[in-house]
């Protein structure tokens, strides 16, 4: 039996390696309509032609798809799952509760397993374990599309609070708020270090577990690789565990609501190969 995984551009795979890892990547759409742009999620023809496509390599399809919080791409992933259903073809659908690195390393995850059950557990441990702390610069974007509530998309401004956002399956939430750019960034990185075990403890320490890490950057891509060796070096200071670490810019629909100049990690356990 092989397997094929099919995720959608949320995840922030770098092409090369969804490539390398055969993993399929549907996107999202950004849509620039006027002064106000917007995200539309893939169709249903796009998804069952995605689906059918890697049916021709594989014996079985697992589709792990971004937050339905965020996204009714799973809706449509369903639909096409049917379709395909109904000519013999069997795809397995998961909504994956997560968005940006953590998809993504959820969908490498799975892609390292044999069969689509073992995948999906996989997917589902990695998800479900992992953590995303995140940046913006300007909240608008945000508090337009809903993803945070008026309370939290009117804070910063002539304050300069920043907030450090998180992304669970519940949707976004306020992890902590600072003030100043500079003290935001390296509470970010103190957020992500907490997440990967790497905190020194009182009392004895329980076992560091590995983590695989997703780092994320809007249009600067050298603020990308500066988060990407401030973050390692913290880690290894930490005592945490790094197995990877996985740089590449924030999708279009992303950049949508985030803006160009979001920055943000993901933290999710290294599950080992194939288990």
């Known amino acids: 039996m092989t397997l094929a995984v ?58 792990i798809h971004i937050s339905s919080v965020l996204s009714g791409t799973v809706d449509n992933a369903r639909l096409a799952a049917q379709e395909l259903a109904a000519g013999g073809r069997s795809v397995l659908v998961l909504d994956s509760g997560v968005s940006g690195g953590a998809l993504g390393l959820a969908a490498l995850a799975a892609g390292e397993a044999g069969d689509a059950r073992r995948g999906a557990a996989r997917a589902r441990e990695s ?14 974007g945000l508090r337009r599309s809903g993803r945070v509530d008026r309370t939290t998309g009117l804070m910063g401004g002539a304050l300069g609070i920043r907030p450090v956002l998180t992304m669970s399956a519940a949707g976004v939430a306020v992890a902590e708020t600072v003030r100043g750019s500079a003290r935001a960034r390296r509470h970010l990185i103190a ?5 990967a075990g790497g905190a020194h403890l009182s009392g004895p320490r329980p076992p560091v577990e590995p983590v695989r890490l997703a780092v994320h950057y809007g249009e600067d891509a050298a603020q990308g690789r500066e988060l990407e060796n401030d973050l390692a070096e913290a880690m290894a200071q930490a005592g945490a565990v790094v197995e990877s670490i996985m740089r590449s810019p924030v999708d279009a629909a992303h950049r949508v609501h ?4 979001a920055l943000g990690i993901a933290i999710a356990p290294w599950l080992g190969r194939g288990r």
């Open 6 to 63: 099919v995720t959608d551009s949320a995840a922030c795979l770098p092409p090369a390696l969804a490539d390398r890892c055969g993993i399929e990547v549907v996107p999202l759409h950004a849509i620039e309509d006027g002064e106000t742009p917007s995200t539309a999620r893939p169709s249903v023809a796009e998804l069952a032609a995605a689906y059918a496509f890697a049916l021709e390599r594989a014996d079985e399809v697992l589709a």
């Open 191 to 195: 957020q992500a270090v907490r997440a």
């Open 127 to 140: 998800a479900s374990r992992s953590h995303t702390f995140f940046l913006v610069e300007d909240l608008s």
């Open 258 to 261: 985030l803006g160009p100049g």
